[in-house]
């Protein structure tokens, strides 16, 4: 069976530090996978996905996520965090077409 | 190009009672997804339509039902409300269908309180 963890609930960063948020997962085939934010009060926005191919994915907003096929690990970072990062983090694994599989989410807050 | 659109965005049901929620997709795109957002399981897929055919469906009791319309709008249903099921509920399309999963586009849900 699909899990995804996100070992972190809550992560707390000040504004301009380096950020990295962390995502396990277990999944029987190859897996792909995806980073989403979640603003209050808002829906899902895409940040990155992995398909195959180059290990290090860009996104949108300056982040990057690393795949680690050794770890089962894609973990989420940015360089500089700046105070609209603020918000909750899903990673998630791909389980069929148009469906996936969520982790619990991390809660960024960005201090000034 | 309008994005994801949920109606109605906020609601109150009783117990008992049931509840119909829309979905426009964005325009052009065939894909629609259901999802459930509460604080203690997180988000968990419901089902997903395509070209007004349910694809997948995720576990989840008979009383959460869905379809979509021809011009891909899509309803779900949720028959005898219990209190666990308040909660947001996300609709997200995509311009893929095929086994991949495109790029999900998410509304910003519909929330739903049992009472």
């Known amino acids: 069976a699909q899990s995804v963890t996100q070992p972190d609930i809550h992560i707390t960063v000040s504004e301009g530090a380096s950020l990295e948020l962390r995502c396990n997962y277990s999944y029987g085939a190859t897996p792909y996978l995806f980073w989403y934010v979640q603003s209050p009060g808002q829906g899902l926005q895409l940040l990155l996905k992995y398909f195959s191919g180059d290990t290090l994915v860009q996104g949108i907003k300056g982040f990057e996520a690393e795949f680690k096929r050794s770890q089962s690990s894609f973990n989420l970072r940015k360089p500089s965090v700046h105070w609209s990062d603020a918000a909750e983090y899903f990673c998630?694994?791909?389980?069929?077409?148009?469906?996936?599989?969520f982790g619990t989410g991390t809660r960024l807050t960005v201090i000034p | 190009k309008a994005g994801v659109t949920q109606t109605p965005r906020y609601l109150i049901k009783t117990r008992g009672q049931q509840v119909t929620l829309s979905c426009s997709p964005i325009?052009?795109?065939?894909?629609v997804s259901w999802y459930q957002q509460t604080p203690g399981q997180g988000l968990q897929f419901l089902f997903e339509?395509?070209?007004?055919?349910?694809?997948n469906k995720g576990n989840f009791p008979g009383r959460f039902s869905g379809r979509q319309f021809s011009n891909s709008r899509s309803e779900m249903n949720v028959s005898t409300l219990e209190l666990g099921d308040s909660a947001l509920y996300l609709c997200?399309?995509?311009?893929?269908?095929?086994?991949?999963?495109?790029?999900?586009?998410f509304g910003e849900g519909s929330r739903l309180t049992v009472l």
């Open positions: 997200a399309s995509s311009l893929v269908g095929g086994t991949l999963t495109g790029e999900l586009f």
């Open positions: 998630a694994v791909q389980t069929g077409a148009n469906n996936l599989f």
């Open positions: 325009s052009g795109h065939r894909s």
């Open positions: 339509y395509f070209s007004e055919t349910q694809r």
